[in-house]
C-alpha cells in the first residue's frame, strides 16, 4: 500500500509540476484603471499589463470570495490569467492582505 | 443445416462488426482528447460492474458519516484524489480533463447511484485502463470507506470546505514558492504602513 502510494503521489507530484501553470500566467502589480470587464495594472517590470474578467472570474480578498466591485484602483493585485488568442483572460484575481498559508509537512 | 448456416452468419456477422469496430478504434487514434463513444462507454462500465463481485458490491460501510470521519476524509481526498477529481469532486481540473475517459463528475447520479461497496472496490482496486489508480494493498483498507463516506457528502459541499481543502491540495517547490511571493507582494502595503508607524 505504502510503496503504491508513493508511486501514485510521485506521478501526481510530477504530472502537477508538468501541468501546473501550463497555460496560466500570474500577473503582479498595482491596479491603474478598470473597466467592466477589464484590469489593468502596473507590474513590478513597470509594464502595464491588461487582463480581462470573464463571468467565471473568481474574485478574493484577503482569501473571502469577493467580486470585482471589492477591487480598487491602487490595490495591489495577483491575476492568474490564461492566454486566449491575443488576450489574457482572469480566471482568479486575489487581493486583499493575506495570512500565511498553511502548507503541510 | 439450415441451423448451421444461420449459426455461422451471425457468427461472421458480429466478427465482421467487431473488426470494423476495432479499425473504426484504431482508424480514430489514441488521443486522450477524445471521450469515449456511447458503445464504448456502455461496455466498459458494464465490464466494470460486472466484474465487481456480488459480496463486495453489497458490503456495507463500517464507518458512520461522524465529523471527525469526514474531516480526515476531507483531508485525504483533498491530498489524494483532488489533482484529477477536483477538491469539489467535479472533475474539472487539467489532469481530470484530459484523461481517457475524463474524470467523472462525482456528484453527479452516474457515481451516486453506485453502492457504497462498488465506490469502496473501485477506489480500493481502481480502474483497468483508466487514471484510476488501485490505492489499497492487500485486505480491507479503512481510508478508501472513509471516501466513500465523503463522495457521498460531496453534492453538499460548501465554499467553507472547499478552502479548507486547500492546504492539503499537493504542491510543488515552485508553486510554494511563488504563492509565498504573492503573499509576500499582497502584504507589502501592510508591513511599509506598520514599519512607518514604528519609525515614527
Redesign the interface.
Same mark, same amino acid.
Given at each position: 500500500?505504502?510503496r503504491?502510494?508513493l508511486l501514485? +503521489?510521485m506521478f501526481?507530484?510530477a +504530472? !502537477? +509540476?508538468a501541468? +501546473?501553470? !501550463?497555460k496560466e500566467r500570474?500577473v503582479?502589480g498595482k491596479v491603474t484603471a478598470m473597466t467592466d470587464s477589464s484590469i489593468t495594472v502596473q507590474t513590478k517590470a513597470k509594464d502595464p499589463v491588461t487582463v480581462y474578467t470573464m463571468a467565471e472570474t473568481k474574485y478574493e480578498k484577503s482569501?473571502a470570495?469577493a467580486s470585482m466591485k471589492d477591487l480598487k484602483v491602487g490595490d495591489?493585485?495577483?491575476i492568474h490569467a490564461e492566454k486566449m488568442g491575443d488576450k489574457l483572460m482572469a480566471n482568479e484575481v486575489?487581493? !486583499?492582505?493575506?495570512a500565511?498559508?498553511?502548507?503541510?509537512s | 443445416m439450415i441451423k448451421w448456416t444461420l449459426l455461422l452468419s451471425i457468427i461472421a456477422a458480429g466478427a465482421a462488426g467487431a473488426a470494423a469496430f476495432g479499425w473504426v478504434t484504431i482508424r480514430r487514434g489514441f488521443s486522450a482528447r477524445d471521450n469515449p463513444s456511447a458503445l464504448e462507454a456502455f461496455l466498459a462500465k458494464t465490464a466494470r460492474n460486472l466484474s465487481i463481485p456480488a459480496s463486495e458490491r453489497d458490503a456495507k460501510n463500517p464507518f458512520a458519516p461522524t465529523a471527525e470521519v469526514l474531516g480526515e476524509a476531507r483531508a485525504h481526498f483533498a491530498d489524494h484524489c483532488a489533482t484529477c477529481h477536483g477538491n469539489d469532486g467535479s472533475g474539472k481540473t487539467e489532469i481530470g480533463q484530459n484523461l481517457y475517459p475524463k474524470a467523472p463528475d462525482l456528484r453527479q447520479s452516474e457515481t451516486q447511484n453506485l453502492t457504497d461497496g462498488q465506490i469502496y472496490y473501485i477506489i480500493h482496486n481502481g480502474i483497468r485502463l483508466t487514471g484510476m489508480p488501485a490505492w489499497g494493498g492487500p485486505g480491507k483498507d479503512d481510508d478508501s470507506w472513509q471516501l466513500v463516506l465523503f463522495i457521498r457528502h460531496l453534492p453538499q459541499m460548501t465554499p467553507q470546505e472547499m478552502k479548507e481543502m486547500e492546504p492539503f491540495n499537493p504542491k510543488s517547490a515552485a508553486e510554494r514558492s511563488e504563492e509565498e511571493d504573492e503573499q509576500r507582494f499582497l502584504n507589502e502595503d501592510k508591513s511599509s504602513e506598520m514599519k512607518k508607524k514604528m519609525h515614527h
Open positions: 500500500m505504502k503504491i502510494t501514485v +503521489a501526481v507530484l +504530472a !502537477g +509540476a501541468f +501546473a501553470h !501550463g500570474h503582479m482569501r470570495a495591489r493585485v495577483v486575489h487581493f !486583499g492582505v493575506v500565511k498559508t498553511p502548507h503541510q | -
